[in-house]
């Protein structure tokens, strides 16, 4: 049984916790933060923010973009017990006045979504987003880390070297949708949604 807390934290404090242990060490949007709390201790934040991409805004329709919100980070510590991420995130929801949030699972990160799938959030397909991104030979750092520490290509390629940096195509992002709300009121805004709901991703058990 898990006997965790989940409290309302300050929202610098929360980046901050995030920007030190989420994989991307960068910054998120925030406008809502929740710490996981083990007695005293912060094992976890979750991080929700309001979304720019239209594609996402406009996830039920633009004429409901004010309702919609993006889960924006999750980092909880290793260690903790199964089920944790889930419980976390739908305890955090509780609070969480929009109807509608939307999640996405980083397939460069190996993440196909499995903890949202555990949450009952419905699949969507992946972001259409194309073009390409920095990388680096024979390195896994994500193009949002570099750009968030070397600021430039030119600096990038003064710290690894031009003949190591490249560019490649972006990776689409699965994408997942919560409906925040009784059934009468969720079926309004399923029947809204832009995109069909598809089949969950396969992925492993520790995504």
């Keep these: 049984m898990i006997n965790y807390i989940v409290k309302k934290i300050d929202r610098k404090l929360a980046n901050k916790i995030q920007i030190k242990n989420h994989y991307l060490h960068t910054k998120a949007s925030c406008s809502h933060s929740f710490g996981l709390y083990d007695n005293e201790e912060i094992i976890g934040v979750i991080l929700f923010g309001n979304p720019t991409a239209p594609t996402t805004l406009y996830i039920c329709g633009e004429k409901n973009k004010k309702n919609v919100i993006e889960l924006t980070r999750l980092w909880i510590k290793d260690d903790t017990p199964k089920n944790t991420e889930s419980y976390f995130i739908s305890r955090a929801m509780k609070y969480i006045e929009k109807p509608i949030v939307v999640s996405f699972a980083d397939p460069e990160a190996n993440h196909t979504g499995i903890i949202y799938q555990a949450c009952s959030f419905l699949y969507l397909g992946k972001s259409e987003r194309k073009g390409r991104v920095i990388a680096i030979k024979n390195n896994n750092i994500h193009n949002k880390t570099l750009w968030a520490e070397y600021k430039t290509a030119e600096r990038i390629r003064e710290v690894f070297g031009a003949d190591n940096v ?16 009784h059934k009468k009121q969720r079926d309004i805004f399923l029947n809204s949604l832009i995109y069909e709901i598809q089949c969950y991703p396969k992925g492993s058990v520790f995504d």
């Design 166 to 181: 490249f560019y490649k195509k972006y990776t689409p992002k699965h994408r997942y949708v919560f409906i925040n709300r």
